[in-house]
């Protein structure tokens, strides 16, 4: 079992015109962050549909060419499917830094090692460049396959998995501690990070020899010691979406379509259905068959991916089941959303396939504003990637960075 399925999907868009909802914010504020997340979304209707919008592609305020720091294209199917599930691949730091995960050329392949880096022909490697392009910082790690992860913390610091260890920097990169990772045969770890960047989860898949079948140890982590502050088991789960208080994961991987639930690690709850079994919400979702969950906020779950829509369900307990459905008429919407830290926006991939070959002939990214309920931003995302589709969104979404392949661009969205 892994993590959740890459993104593939862009746009000559059309943005929307969306009918009446209300929505109830309430602001955190922090000592470094301020932080909006959404508490309520009362629907008072549940379809809404893209209407035409004249606007120019903007322009980019940075290009930058990842082939200049080594950029590899992995050919073999292992290496592709490993930079498939690459996390985090773009990941805005604080207001002006990002960094940007991708392979690179081992110049000294090998034998893996349990200390040092593993042996492959690729590694596993990261910059650090702040919005004029300027390198900030740069390194390799070994190979992890399909767990590789380089996450930023609201702190300013980072988190790093690196083969069979956790590794903790600093904002200047400078190692702070390392743990170790107890896994069970080839079964490694995986760790997802909250959109606030507070709140640092570990998913571990275990099997049980009395009942045959797959459970997931879930861990909340404390950021400063890595170690665990909260823990539960659960039904075996992938694809797994997290906020500063909820958990959401597909908890019927082998099956569609997809059935998700929510466990809150702060409450010690167990795991229940994100939406009521047999309701109309099961029906929509069943019915546009979207596989992949990304939480908005502690309240707000976006489902997406291989279908034409976004819908957005409250979590459970927090408001209304019926999902508020978003539609996005010939087009198809990317597994992964990009949300920002403080919770208003989210960027989404969107993708328009060529009627006779059935390939995807467009593709572009596209910003929706919650509060506004309405698209703010759309870009063309030119040349269809080959390999790799990213995005990521600044803290407040008035940035938003695209990796295609090894080319990285990032525009402003107005406020």
Known sequence: MQGQEPDSAVANMKTETYETAEMKHCRAFGESLVRASLIALLFAATVSSVSKVNAENPKSVLTLDLSKYGYAAPESYRYKLALDFLSTSVAFVGDDRLTISFFVQNPHPGLSTR????????????????????????????????????????????????????????????????????????????????????????????????????????????????????????????????????????????????????????????????????????????????????????????????????????????????????????????????????????????AQSDHKSHRIATMGVAVYDLPERRIVFRANVAPVPQRKIAIGLSKHGDLVAVQNDHRLEIWTVQR
């Open 115 to 350: 200390t040092g880096r593993a042996g492959g022909h690729l590694l596993f490697h990261s910059l650090l460049v702040d919005l004029s392009g300027r390198l900030l910082a740069q390194r390799s790690w070994g190979n992890a396959d399909y767990w590789n992860s380089l996450l930023p913390l609201s702190n300013g610091n980072f988190v790093v998995q690196v083969t069979d260890l956790l590794v903790l920097y600093s904002s200047s990169w400078q190692k702070i501690l390392e743990r170790k990772l107890d896994y069970v045969g080839d079964q490694l770890p995986r760790f997802a990070i909250s959109p606030s960047g507070s709140k640092l989860y570990r998913f571990q898949d275990l099997w049980d020899v009395k009942k045959r079948t797959w459970i997931t140890r879930n861990d909340l982590l404390d950021t400063g010691t890595l170690e665990p502050i909260a823990s539960a088991l659960t039904v075996g789960h992938t694809g797994e979406t997290v906020s500063d208080q909820e958990v959401v994961f597909n908890s019927s991987p082998e099956t569609l379509p997809p059935r998700f639930s929510v466990w809150s690690p702060l409450q010690l709850n167990q795991a229940v259905s994100l939406v009521p079994r047999h309701s109309a919400a099961e029906d929509l979702i069943e019915e546009l068959k979207c596989r992949t969950a990304t939480l908005l906020s502690d309240s707000l779950v976006a489902l997406t991916g291989n279908c034409s829509a976004i819908l957005l369900i409250p979590v459970a307990g927090s408001g209304p089941t019926l999902p508020l459905q978003i539609n996005f008429s010939g087009y198809v919407v990317a597994d992964n959303l990009a949300v920002s830290a403080d919770g208003t926006r989210f960027a989404v991939i969107l």
